[in-house]
């Protein structure tokens, strides 16, 4: 198991007493280097967790991070976006039913478009190594259909997290809402990873609205965003241990005068 991994999903109890006790450091007063701190082990920290332990969170965890998750800000504070907790019979029932549909190969209508069609050269590039990350960390060869099958199959069983939620927003809702979401789910994996819980946002799942959408009873005008899994990393599972790469600082920031 490296190093990093057990660093990085280790709970930060010391460290968040620090930030929460005083906040006045938070606001810019004079502990500000405390909560910077704290600041960059969430931030450089967190990576998408695909495999848990079998051990639930602790009650009244969830409620306090959706509280902390909606602090983020949104235009106009619309606070768009939905969350799900999918348990027992729902979660088993729409788990089963989004492998069949996959298993099927059936190709269905999304509610909304996540990634450019075509997918640009120097975007499918990055696509490739991450998923060449994942199914090279689990020793899934290239050309090995079915591991790679199983473990995307996974996405559907939420990767057997202890907490599972589909993520939806009304239709109606105009880009800049998604991106207003974004942040809000953003909020919920470092609150989470404030705790020692990892996560993983699960995209795959908006490939079968009509799944979720039929076990959640939603209404047409809600659309399919994502799922998101949650819970205690498995610190010795390969899957956790990736690192994806970053674009640099000078790719993506320039500066107009
Ligand atoms: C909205 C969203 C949807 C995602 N969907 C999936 C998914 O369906 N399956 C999966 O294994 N990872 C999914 N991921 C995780 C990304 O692959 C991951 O964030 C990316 O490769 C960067 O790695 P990191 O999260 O470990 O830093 C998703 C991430 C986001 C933000």
Redesign the pocket.
């Known amino acids: 198991m490296s190093q990093r991994l057990s660093e990085a999903h280790a709970p930060m109890e010391s460290a968040n007493a620090a930030a929460w006790d005083q906040p006045q450091g938070i606001e810019g007063g004079g502990n500000a280097p405390a909560a910077t701190t704290v600041w960059q082990a969430l931030a450089q920290g ?5 495999r848990f332990l079998d051990k639930p969170i602790p009650d009244g965890w969830l409620e306090e991070m959706l509280v902390e998750a909606r602090c983020a800000p949104s235009g106009a504070n619309l606070q768009p976006g939905e969350l799900f907790l999918v348990e027992g019979a729902a979660r088993e029932r729409m788990s089963s039913r989004l492998v069949q549909v996959y298993r099927d190969g059936a190709l269905a209508k999304e509610d909304y478009g ?1 990634f450019p069609q075509p997918m640009p050269m120097t975007l499918r590039r ?1 696509q490739v190594a ?2 060449q ?2 199914y090279g960390a689990l020793g899934a060869a290239r050309d090995d259909q079915d591991a790679r099958r199983v ?2 199959e ?2 559907f069983r939420f ?1 057997d997290a202890p907490v599972a939620l589909v993520v939806t927003i009304d239709s109606r809702m105009g880009s800049g809402c998604f991106m207003d979401l ?1 942040m809000c ?2 909020g919920l ?1 470092l609150a989470a990873l404030a705790r020692g819980l990892g996560s ?7 490939s079968y609205p009509h799944v979720v959408r039929e076990v959640l009873d939603l209404e047409a005008g809600v659309s399919v ?3 998101l899994a949650m819970g205690y990393a498995d610190p010795l599972a390969p899957e956790n241990c ?3 790469a ?1 674009r640099d600082v000078s790719e993506y920031f320039k500066i107009a005068r």
């Open positions: 967190r990576r998408s967790t695909r996540y990055r991450a998923a990350a994942l473990q995307f996974r996405n990767f974004g789910l953003y994996m993983c946002a699960i995209g795959a799942l908006a965003v994502c799922g990736i690192r994806t970053r």
